[in-house]
């Protein structure tokens, strides 16, 4: 974390939590064991050679068979809604075709650590494993910082669970074992570092670098990758208004955690006052959504800690996750190609639609009640006409909507940008997504704030 002559912060310096330190030294003593020269200090930078990647593709695929592919396949098998086995294969085996995360984690070297942790805490959470669930979240956050995006669901869902319960009974004794697993769990992960505070100090500062102002989270992992074209709303507006130079840096801090306090309010304040494992979810995916389209910093592969949450309501919401999922993949398309994964890109994509399609025939699914507008669509009737075409409508949209994706995609690779401006498709691809977000996160909204019901949920008592 700190910079020295053996260690330039600009080349390999760790600006992740500590969780990540320890992952990262316990594969570089394998690395270690199996050949020196890939750890070397000095000598192995910029080393590359076939075994030294197939070694990193390898501890990305024991960290899936450890933490994310197990976690995936227990919360299928747990779904009531899927308690046929043939159902909950087909449900985890969408999950695990989703594109955007094989190709990230298998393709650039990000490890699915933290999203199988957090897993892992909805799972528990889903059996009343109250303080593992905290546990593992914990453990979540202490690998990657952005785990943050689910921290506000996760807090108003136990501190909803402790208000049901009572603040003068169980429910404030499970509110004080909860306090006291979070600050074990946090105490246990930083104690090489409590012993300075200046230590404390500098991981602070490199998990969260704010002086490098709203857009520079993206510079930092590649000096070479433009930062402007990320899908969220700040990156998409630049295109038409210089944020960066009408707002001064603190300014946009500001504003960007205004924006985003009071786009996830809603969902929270639901999720604390009728708090249910369906609506903790559903909270998941809408919070997650607010914070990658209007936070400080965002990088363009965490609009996967959007999409993971979306895996787990895919067979709830068939029709609109798997919709949800293929823009997520394709709101990546600069990076991929960047990195060479055009193949795996045009592969997986059509794969993963096809194997949704099949699963749970998602272009049959598109009615209010089929996309848990039901309530909605009940108040808003004798005020909107149309609404009895809404299911024509929203097949409509989604197929125009992958002709649309089908043709920037083919434009991006097989084209060169006009000279005048080369940016041009990686911006579009950037608006095009960010759009289609915007309406997502409405949509989530919409169901969290019109779900009266609760379906399907054990009484917190």
């Not at 393709?107 to 669930?133: E, M, R």
């Not at 295109?239 to 946009?252: A, D, F």
Request: net charge positive.
């Amino acid at each position: 974390y700190f910079n020295t002559s053996d260690n330039n912060l600009l080349y390999w310096g760790l600006d992740y939590p500590p969780l990540t330190a320890y992952h990262s030294f316990v594969c570089a003593y394998i690395a270690k064991l199996i050949n020196p020269d890939w750890v070397a200090l000095h000598t192995s930078r910029g080393y590359e050679s076939q075994p030294h990647k197939l070694f990193m593709r390898t501890t990305v695929f024991v960290a899936d068979l450890l933490i994310y592919i197990p976690a995936v396949i227990l919360y299928c098998f747990s779904l009531k809604e899927t308690s046929a086995k043939k159902k909950a294969s087909t449900c985890a085996l969408c999950i695990l075709l989703y594109p955007g995360l094989i190709l990230i984690d298998h393709g650039h070297f990000q490890y699915p650590l933290s999203l199988g942790l957090a897993l892992w805490a909805v799972l528990c959470l889903s059996h009343d494993w109250d303080l593992l669930g905290s546990v593992a979240f914990c453990l979540a956050l202490n690998y990657k910082q952005m785990e943050l995006y689910h921290s506000l669901p996760f807090f108003c869902y136990l501190l909803g669970k402790c208000f049901k319960k009572g603040l003068k009974g169980k429910g404030l004794v499970l509110l004080a074992k909860l306090a006291g697993t979070v600050l074990v769990s946090f105490a246990a992960c930083w104690l090489p570092f409590g012993t300075d505070v200046e230590q404390i100090m500098q991981v602070l500062r490199r998990l969260f670098p704010i002086d490098r102002g709203l857009f520079e989270a993206c510079m930092f992992s590649s000096p070479t990758h433009c930062p402007d074209k990320v899908a969220n709303i700040w990156c998409s507006l630049s295109v038409l208004i210089k944020i960066k130079n009408v707002i001064s840096p603190r300014t946009q801090l500001k504003l960007s955690f205004a924006v985003t306090f009071l786009s996830l309010l809603p969902a929270c304040i639901k999720l604390t006052v009728q708090p249910s494992l369906r609506g903790f979810k559903f909270a998941l995916v809408s919070c997650a959504l607010s914070f990658f389209l209007f936070s400080f910093q965002v990088h363009e592969k965490s609009i996967l800690l959007v999409s993971v949450p979306v895996c787990l309501i895919i067979n709830e919401i068939p029709f609109m996750a798997t919709w949800f999922l293929l823009v997520s993949t394709f709101s990546l398309l600069p990076l991929l190609l960047k990195d060479g994964l055009l193949l795996p890109y045009a592969v997986t994509m059509p794969a993963f639609l096809a194997v949704c399609l099949a699963s749970f025939s998602i272009l049959e699914k598109t009615s209010a009640e089929d996309l848990q507008l039901k309530a909605f669509s009940l108040s808003l009737k004798g005020y909107v006409s149309w609404f009895k075409s809404f299911p024509r409508i929203v097949r409509s949209l989604f197929l125009l909507s992958l002709s649309l994706m089908g043709v920037l995609s083919v434009l991006s690779a097989a084209l060169p940008p006009p000279q005048h401006l080369p940016d041009l498709f990686p911006v579009a691809v950037a608006v095009v997504s960010c759009l289609h977000f915007l309406l997502f996160l409405v949509y989530f909204n919409v169901v969290i704030l019109w779900d009266s019901k609760n379906r399907g949920q054990k009484k917190i008592s």
